[in-house]
Every structure is written in C-alpha cells, then in structure tokens.
C-alpha cells in the first residue's frame, strides 16, 4: 500500500551527541505537550480563592476557563507522542513498504488536523470572551455573568465555528484517502494535501491578526502588549509546520553533496522547523497563563462584589 506523504527523516552530524535532531526535538514536543496540559488544567483554569492558608476552588467563569486550550495541549503531546515512536523505531519503519511505519504516519497527520482545529477554536474563544474590562466594571456586575461559564464553548456554536470544522473535515478526509492508491497517485493529489493543510491554518492566522490588532476603547483593554507578541510571535513560528515533513525532506532543502540534506550540524531543515514548533509552544502557553493572570484579578473583584451585593440585598 502506497503513502503519498512519507518520508524518512534526514539523519545528520550531530557532533557525538547521543540522540539524533528529529527523536530529540519531537520528544521534547510530546513532553511540551504533557506539561503544558497538565499546568493549565490545574493552575490556569478555574477561579481559586485564597481564604486563611485554604485554597477554594469556585468556578470556571469565561474569563479564566482553559479548557480549550488544555485540549489543545493533551492532542500536542498524543501527535508528537505518535511521531516520536515512528522516528524512535528506525529508519526501516518510515518506508511505505512497512504498515507501522504507514499507519504512525497516517495517525500522526490526522493528529496534526486535530491539533490545528482545536487551536483555531481555542483563538475563537479568546476573541470572543476575553473582553478584559478594566474601565467598566459595572456593566460586568449582574447574575447571568456568572450563569455562562464553560458551557458557552458549546453554547455559542456560529457559522465561523462551523466553518472551522469544515476545513478540519475536508483535512482529514484527504489524510485518510491518501492510501489509496487509484485516488491519490498522481502529484496534484499531493499538492491538494498540501494545499488543505495550509488552508486549515489560515483561521488561527486570521484570528491572531484580529487578537492583536484589537486597540484600547472606552470598553475594551484586551491582552498586554507582550501577550500579544508571544501569541504573533508563536503564530510566525508555526507557519513553516503548516508544510508536512515530505515537502520539507524532497523540496526545501535538496540533497546537495555537500549538505546531504542538512542545513547545518545536527539538524535539517525538518529540525529547525520542529525547534520553531516547540518555541511557538513555549510562546502561547505564556499568552495562556498571561490572560488567566490579567482576567483573574477582574473575576475576584466581581465574585466580591457579587457577594457584597447578594448579603446586601438579603439583609432587609
């Protein structure tokens, strides 16, 4: 059974050092992926209050509540996870000729669709519940803010979130049929891969460019400045991981005599583009727990006041 998209990793110098780039890179991105998960499940993602030494867990308002974004990290480290035990079994497994080399590849791109769909949605609910109102604090005080937590993510479903889920669709659709070989063995079936992964991508693009270019008004503050340059910043250095590791390894970087495939000691060009991944990571888990700290204060402050309110009203 013939696989359009593989292709084997290009094996480099590394100067002695006891794992290769690509094994090295993508298990520091599986465990990127763990951590980051883990970290903002437990401490990003929900309003604690702080009351004689006692942590007191209230409740996931849509200003703090991650859950999107702990998705999110937990389909990282399942893709990467898949990576890594294709790239760890040797360069035999990556052929088309060997199924578990095969379906690991096939697994880990429907991954990748995944991981691209949840990001998307992820930048949606931050454009449109992450206000961050500092200068209005009162339009904030009433019952129903606190009646919409987490169950908006399912709540608020529009047109754009749909169309999102069109693009994840038509993605993965063209991942699986990819094996067979009567639909997909001529080049322009490949490009077409190529050409939905990248389309795939242009909402978080979008998104991002609306995020950050989102100024001060009477009635909105949004992200700092420097949550706002993590989340470019990691945006830029996703893109060149829009493009599969095939185009990479057959038509960025030819295999020159004297590079063989490499653009520098130890790493190819497939390498640099996972140390870019990784470093886009890093950048939006600071624009995650950057948010959950600006909009933290403001939930405490409207608990408060809630609470004020309701021992005030009942006190006649």
């Known amino acids: 059974m013939h696989f359009l998209y593989d292709s084997e990793p290009i094996v480099c110098p590394s100067w002695n050092f006891p794992m290769e780039g690509t094994p090295l890179l993508t298990s ?28 007191t867990r209230i409740t996931q308002t849509t200003s703090v509540c991650n859950t999107l974004w702990v998705m999110y990290f937990l389909m990282l480290f399942m893709r990467w996870g898949v990576e890594d035990v294709r790239v760890s079994l040797g360069p035999g497994s990556h052929h088309s000729g060997s199924p578990v080399g095969l379906y690991l590849t096939l697994g880990g791109l429907v991954l990748e669709g995944l991981v691209v769909f949840l990001l998307t949605l992820s930048l949606d609910y ?23 937590h987490c169950g908006k993510i399912v709540q608020s479903v529009a047109l754009c979130d749909l169309a999102f889920l069109l693009l994840a669709v038509l993605y993965l659709a063209c991942t699986l049929l990819s094996v067979n070989d009567e639909l ?59 493009l599969p590791l095939s185009f990479w390894r057959n038509f960025a970087i030819p ?18 583009v996972l140390a870019c991944k990784a470093a886009a990571q890093a950048l939006f888990f600071v624009f995650v727990r950057s948010e959950y700290l600006r909009n933290l204060e403001q939930e405490t402050f409207l608990f408060y006041q809630q609470c004020q309110d309701y021992m005030n009203l009942h006190q006649f």
Not at 28 to 55: C, E, K, P, R
Request: proline share 4%; with cysteine.
């Open 28 to 55: 520091v991105l599986t465990a990127m992926g763990l951590l980051f998960a883990i970290t903002t499940l437990v401490w990003y993602n929900s309003l604690t209050l702080h009351d004689m030494g006692q942590h």
């Open 126 to 148: 931050q454009r449109k519940f992450r206000k961050g109102d500092y200068l209005r604090l009162e339009q904030f005080l009433r019952e129903e803010h606190y009646e919409g």
């Open 184 to 242: 997909f063995s001529e080049p322009w079936s490949y490009w077409l891969y190529v050409s939905t992964g990248a389309v795939q991508f242009l909402p978080v693009v979008v998104l991002a460019g609306l995020i950050c270019a989102a100024g001060v008004t009477e009635t909105y503050l949004g992200p700092s400045r420097g949550a706002k340059a993590a989340l470019l910043v990691g945006v830029l250095l996703s893109l060149p991981g829009v």
């Open 255 to 272: 295999e020159l005599p004297f590079t063989g495939g490499c653009v520098m000691a130890g790493l190819s060009a497939y390498d640099l």
